[in-house]
């Protein structure tokens, strides 16, 4: 009598997973609320299946070699989908995307810089993603890795439309993979059916000089032309005050001192014009007078919708540390927040080698 319960248990178990698969016992993701039977504003309409193709990850790794995605958590983002459109910008559509975070995806290919002897610290990493069609972004290495919130950042294998609810507004649905940069206010890194990921360090050779702790002006490039230079932060910009628990990745605790500055973006935008050039492939070098540096995309400084803005900050003349540093919000740890700062580089066209400054 035993054995035939124990078959008929086994039976009903195995019955009970065909009928409900894993992914759905443990997410309820692919469950549509058509009754608006809970408070989740984001499972009402259908999901969509994106079609997928082979990406490979290569360039200053280890172990380069093709991305698996089997064994990695499924991330969820929401998004509002606009692109510039002329002087003005287009909305697209809102949407809840599903898929595997950058974080996650590169988080087994182990960085080997190309500049490692020069300048170990990661904070000077970003990738570039393309696909076969020749488009391109660009992401740091800081906001992969170091954002208060993770995995924001997602490769997309599933999209679902956010539908207004008086309206019944429909989107156009995509049908493949896409990247998907929740941060961005516009959209436009959002490329789609990416093929390569590659790891790179910033070409730029810089001389460093851990006695050199000041600098008594910034100046500011584009594509190698000096744009502008000041030894005080000029009085017709807006400061903004942000308090702050800074905190070092080796270090820990620095101090819990709000920093007041201006925002980084203020300055920029009186000189580079926010394209899609510019946001897919600016990207933003930050260097001490010691040559340490630290990478960033033009888009997660000027382009963001969540107000974690990079304040640059006077800390005053002739202090240690000084004059000026770059205060990063959005990330967890203070390792991009060059203090001694004299360089600002804005490269449209992606770095390229050029003599030490």
Request: glycine residues 6%; negative net charge; hydrophobic residues 40%.
């Amino acid at each position: 009598m035993k054995p035939i319960l124990i078959f008929i248990f086994i039976a009903f178990i195995m019955t009970s997973c065909m009928n409900n698969p894993p992914e759905q016992l443990a997410t309820n993701e692919n469950t549509r609320d058509t009754a608006d039977l809970t408070n989740d504003f984001y499972d009402n309409e259908p999901v969509h299946e994106l079609v997928i193709g082979e990406i490979m990850v290569n360039g200053e790794v280890r172990n380069p070699g093709k991305v698996e995605l089997g064994s990695l958590p499924l991330r969820s983002v929401i998004v509002k989908e606009t692109l510039l459109s002329g002087d003005t910008n287009r909305f697209v559509g809102a949407y809840r995307y599903d898929g595997y975070s950058l974080y996650d995806i590169l988080d087994r290919f182990i960085p080997d810089k190309a500049n490692k002897e020069e300048f170990p610290p990661i904070i000077d990493l970003y990738v570039e993603i393309s696909n076969q069609a020749g488009e391109k972004a660009l992401f740091s290495w800081g906001e992969i890795y170091y954002p208060v919130y993770r995995h924001q950042i997602i490769l997309a294998t599933r999209v679902m439309e956010i539908v207004p609810s008086k309206t019944k507004d429909h989107w156009p649905v995509p049908s493949a993979s896409r990247i998907v940069a929740a941060p961005d206010l516009i959209t436009e890194r959002n490329i789609s059916d990416p093929s390569t990921i590659t790891v790179k360090s910033l070409s730029r050779s810089f001389t460093v000089d851990r006695d050199k702790n000041y600098s008594g002006a910034v100046s500011f490039y584009s594509n190698d032309s000096l744009l502008l230079s000041f030894s005080s932060l000029p009085a017709d910009w807006h400061p903004v005050t942000y308090p702050t628990i800074f905190y070092g990745r080796g270090r820990g605790i620095h101090s819990v001192t709000p920093f007041a500055g201006i925002m980084l973006k203020d300055i920029l935008h009186t000189f580079i014009p926010v394209d899609r050039t510019a946001l897919r492939s600016g990207l933003v070098i930050i260097k001490g007078i010691d040559g340490y540096r630290s990478a960033f995309t033009l888009s997660e400084i000027m382009n963001r919708n969540d107000q974690s803005e990079a304040i640059l900050v006077d800390v005053g003349e002739g202090k240690e540390g000084g004059r000026f540093r770059l205060f990063t919000s959005a990330d967890f740890f203070s390792d991009r927040a060059v203090f001694a700062l004299e360089t600002i580089l804005i490269d449209i066209r992606g770095p390229v080698p050029v003599d030490s400054r």
